[in-house]
């Protein structure tokens, strides 16, 4: 299993704190540079992690999401 994986479970298991419930968040993993991911493997390094909830990119694809939960409502909706 890639170590991102490995660290994010871990990080979310020891600081539920940093994933609050009823946000939106993500993750970025910062590899370092001799990790076997750039040659296609599986993540062998000890990455970077920096957890953003509610970050502009969070609330934009929480925007998308809720975008298409009125689409298939309406969908839904012209069907019946
Ligand atoms: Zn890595």
Redesign the pocket.
Known sequence: MH??LIKLAKLHRDRPDMFPAGTLGDVGFY??DP?A?FQGGE???D?DLVVNTDSDEAARVKRMVDSAAKFATIIRSKRQ
């Open positions: 170590n991102y590899q370092d990790c991911i993540c062998n390094c990455p």
